[in-house]
């Protein structure tokens, strides 16, 4: 067992600084795989005690059979699926198995659940909750408006720079998933809380231009992005699930309402898939349903 367990930790090793350096995943989803691998290495260790490279179709069919027993989320049976297959393509890149046991291994199907959506009147009284006499105050309405008017990530949001902000041409410059980057106009709000918290901002750590700076001169976190909108939104009597992604969704499902093509949701949103930004159909608007169904005729 324990020259299996060294191997899976080679590979494991060499897997993460695929993902890292050759598929440039973001920090948070390379340890998301990790996770879900360790824990499957540890499954295929106790169970069958064989190296990555003779792990059999019926080892996964049985371990996400543990899974289910285990009332495990069909999401987070399906992520874990996702993540196996993801790490035997990539022993099938570099040669070191001839087919993928996991490929025709199909995950169970997982009801989407849509965030809350937030009206543009409950946005407002979030924002406007915030206290703009100190320098975190303009600090946070800024990331309020920018999160609501250009449907960013968080991740995209704590990595936004000052070198990104393309205000003269009315963008600003998006790193998104993939390190794939994207143009987003910015509005005009956004812009002059933006101008206003940067007349305060301090120097960054160590000539750091990140944008968005905590109170020690260092970049935020999404925690600390979380805690400011759960906060905003508790002053402002919102009774809701509210995150970062429900700014996101808003202001997606306000520009579909509005008029604009899902098509152009798309590309702002940075999704890779049509189908992704399909979930912000949902709404009871015959003009979504349309303009879903002239895009698929296209394809």
Same mark, same amino acid.
């Given at each position: 067992?324990?020259?299996?367990?060294?191997?899976?930790?080679?590979?494991?090793?060499?897997? =993460?600084?695929?993902?890292?350096?050759? @598929?440039?995943?973001?920090?948070?989803?390379?340890?998301?795989?990790?996770?879900?691998?360790?824990?499957?290495?540890?499954?295929?260790?106790?169970?069958?005690?064989?190296?990555?490279?003779?792990?059999?179709?019926?080892?996964?069919?049985?371990?996400?059979?543990?899974?289910?027993?285990?009332?495990?989320?069909?999401?987070?049976?399906?992520?874990?699926?996702?993540?196996?297959?993801?790490?035997?393509?990539?022993?099938?890149?570099?040669?070191?198995?001839?087919?993928?046991?996991?490929?025709?291994?199909?995950?169970?199907?997982?009801?989407?659940?849509?965030?809350?959506?937030? +009206?543009?009147?409950?946005?407002?009284?979030?924002?406007? +909750?915030?206290?703009?006499?100190?320098?975190?105050?303009?600090?946070?309405? /800024?990331?309020?408006?920018?999160?609501?008017?250009?449907?960013?990530?968080?991740?995209?949001?704590?990595?936004?720079?000052?070198?990104?902000?393309?205000?003269?041409?009315?963008?600003?410059?998006?790193?998104?998933?993939?390190?794939?980057?994207?143009?987003?106009?910015?509005?005009?709000?956004? =812009?002059?809380?933006? +101008?206003?918290?940067?007349?305060?901002?301090?120097?960054?750590?160590?000539?750091?231009?990140?944008?968005?700076?905590?109170?020690?001169?260092?970049?935020?976190? =999404?925690?600390?992005?979380?805690?400011?909108?759960?906060?905003?939104?508790?002053? /402002?009597?919102?009774?809701? @699930?509210?995150?970062?992604?429900?700014?996101?969704?808003?202001?997606?499902?306000?520009?579909? /309402?509005?008029? /604009?093509?899902?098509?152009?949701?798309?590309?702002?949103?940075?999704?890779?898939?049509?189908?992704?930004?399909?979930?912000?159909?949902?709404?009871?608007?015959?003009?979504?349903?349309?303009?879903?169904?002239?895009?698929?005729?296209?394809?």
């Amino acid at each position: 067992m324990a020259d299996n367990t060294k191997r899976w930790q080679e590979i494991s090793r060499r897997y =993460r600084s695929y993902m890292r350096l050759e @598929k440039h995943l973001s920090e948070n989803t390379i340890e998301a795989y990790m996770r879900d691998l360790a824990q499957f290495a540890h499954y295929i260790l106790r169970m069958n005690d064989v190296p990555p490279a003779k792990v059999e179709r019926e080892m996964i069919e049985h371990y996400m059979g543990w899974l289910y027993s285990n009332n495990r989320e069909k999401s987070s049976q399906a992520r874990a699926l996702s993540g196996i297959k993801s790490f035997f393509n990539f022993l099938l890149l570099n040669e070191l198995i001839d087919s993928s046991p996991a490929e025709m291994i199909e995950a169970p199907k997982a009801s989407r659940q849509l965030p809350d959506t937030l +009206s543009t009147e409950e946005i407002d009284r979030i924002i406007n +909750s915030i206290d703009t006499s100190t320098t975190k105050g303009l600090r946070d309405r /800024a990331i309020l408006e920018l999160l609501y008017s250009c449907g960013l990530r968080v991740s995209e949001l704590c990595d936004l720079k000052l070198g990104d902000l393309c205000f003269g041409e009315g963008y600003i410059r998006v790193i998104g998933k993939g390190n794939k980057q994207r143009l987003v106009p910015v509005s005009g709000i956004a =812009r002059e809380r933006i +101008s206003l918290y940067k007349e305060q901002r301090g120097k960054g750590e160590k000539g750091d231009d990140t944008l968005f700076l905590n109170n020690r001169g260092t970049r935020l976190t =999404r925690v600390m992005i979380f805690t400011i909108i759960k906060q905003a939104a508790q002053r /402002a009597g919102i009774d809701k @699930k509210i995150s970062p992604h429900t700014f996101r969704h808003s202001f997606a499902t306000h520009l579909l /309402a509005g008029g /604009a093509n899902i098509r152009q949701v798309q590309e702002l949103l940075g999704h890779e898939n049509i189908l992704t930004t399909e979930i912000y159909t949902h709404l009871d608007d015959s003009h979504l349903r349309q303009t879903m169904e002239e895009h698929m005729k296209l394809e």
